[in-house]
């Protein structure tokens, strides 16, 4: 089984940062790509960000050149650096990894609990 692990939400003020942390761990193979989705009270689940594991990222009109999605490929986990957070950004964010397993070589796409992240003065 996959497990993900999400980490570094909180509040934080406008215009101030903020670095998220998803660890994937288990009978993990290969991953093939990483992300990051986020859900406000009253509205759809929506992309962040996203990358492959050769470095391909893809990010939501919302957050580009504020947010910057890596992978750390040896250690299985994704970070999203936030950079002059909104309080429209305010949301549970969630992360996701697609991959294969190495206990069945059956492909998996897993999703973490989710963490909170609050901007507000």
């Known amino acids: 089984q996959v497990q993900l692990v999400e980490s570094g939400g909180g509040l934080v003020q406008p215009g101030g940062s903020l670095r998220l942390s998803c660890a994937a761990s288990?009978?993990?193979?290969?991953?093939?790509?990483m992300g990051w989705y986020r859900q406000a009270p009253g509205k759809d689940r929506e992309l962040v960000a996203a990358i492959t594991s050769g470095g391909s990222t893809n990010y939501g009109d919302s957050v580009k050149g504020r947010f910057t999605i890596s992978m750390d490929n040896a250690k299985n986990t994704v970070y999203l650096h936030m950079n002059s957070l909104k309080p429209e950004d305010t949301a549970v964010y969630y992360c996701?990894?697609?991959?294969?397993?190495?206990?069945?070589?059956?492909?998996?796409?897993?999703w973490g609990q989710g963490t909170q992240v609050t901007v507000s003065s």
């Open positions: 288990g009978s993990i193979f290969s991953i093939y790509i």
């Open positions: 996701n990894a697609e991959g294969t397993s190495d206990y069945d070589s059956e492909e998996f796409d897993n």
